[in-house]
């Protein structure tokens, strides 16, 4: 079993509407989440970061993290077409090691 | 500019010849870090280093060795590629290991052994 599980899409949706990601994890010893999101051809980018449970709010941007469900999830409101992009989950369990989803593609269509 | 570089951007070879793809970042970062990136397996973490001449194993380590001699710079290297090492690469660095200082990704190598 994979350490991180998340669907690769890929997803489309029009421009404004609601978009949610998930990933699910198997090692209940992870406390550090994060999402990364990834343009074609570049290195990934750290979007938002969230230790333990709990929710948090950056911009457009949520994440939330259920450690008992061990499931995160990222939420983008009004998505633009610049968002288009793979996004990537990623957890550590002491911050040195790190476990990445597979990446969800994501086209926001004008 | 802060940036992580990486070379060679693209690489062909061929099996059994030795290869090192540099890493050098300009930030002053103690933790550096390896991941190759391959279709519907994600980004893999192969190496780390916390600082300097410490190395740790990350998920797919064989076939890979590092050395982190000075602070900016982490060679990843290949001593007898095979085509199952074909992927793209990744070199990143932050300021420490707790992960929400942010991870600064290079711009990736493509490496195909033949």
């Known amino acids: 079993q994979k350490e991180v599980e998340q669907d690769p899409g890929p997803l489309s949706v029009p421009e404004g509407a609601i978009v949610s990601l998930n990933c699910t994890y198997s090692?209940?010893?992870?406390?550090?989440f994060m999402w990364y999101r990834q343009y074609s051809r570049k290195g990934p980018e750290l979007l938002m970061y969230t230790y333990s449970s709990g929710n948090k709010e950056d911009g457009r941007f949520t994440a939330q993290v259920d450690k008992s469900s061990k499931y995160i999830s990222l939420f983008i409101r009004d998505s633009q077409p610049s968002d288009s992009a793979t996004y990537l989950c990623?957890?550590?369990?002491?911050?040195?090691?790190?476990?990445f989803g597979t990446g969800t593609s994501l086209t926001v269509i004008p | 500019e802060a940036q992580v570089t990486q070379n060679p951007r693209y690489l062909i070879t061929v099996t059994g010849k030795k290869l090192t793809v540099t890493c050098s970042q300009n930030m002053n970062h103690e933790y550096m870090s390896w991941y190759r990136q391959d279709p519907g397996l994600g980004l893999r973490q192969i190496y780390y280093?916390?600082?300097?001449?410490?190395?740790d194993k990350g998920d797919v380590p064989e076939g890979y060795k590092v050395s982190r001699k000075e602070k900016r710079n982490f060679p990843l290297i290949l001593e007898s590629p095979s085509p199952n090492q074909t992927s793209l690469y990744f070199c990143?660095?932050?300021?420490?290991?707790?992960?929400?200082?942010?991870?600064?990704f290079g711009p990736g190598t493509r490496l195909t052994v033949l």
């Open positions: 280093s916390m600082n300097v001449e410490v190395t």
């Open positions: 990623a957890m550590s369990a002491r911050g040195n090691q790190f476990y």
């Open positions: 990143a660095s932050s300021t420490e290991y707790i992960p929400n200082n942010e991870q600064f």
């Open positions: 090692n209940s010893a992870f406390q550090y």
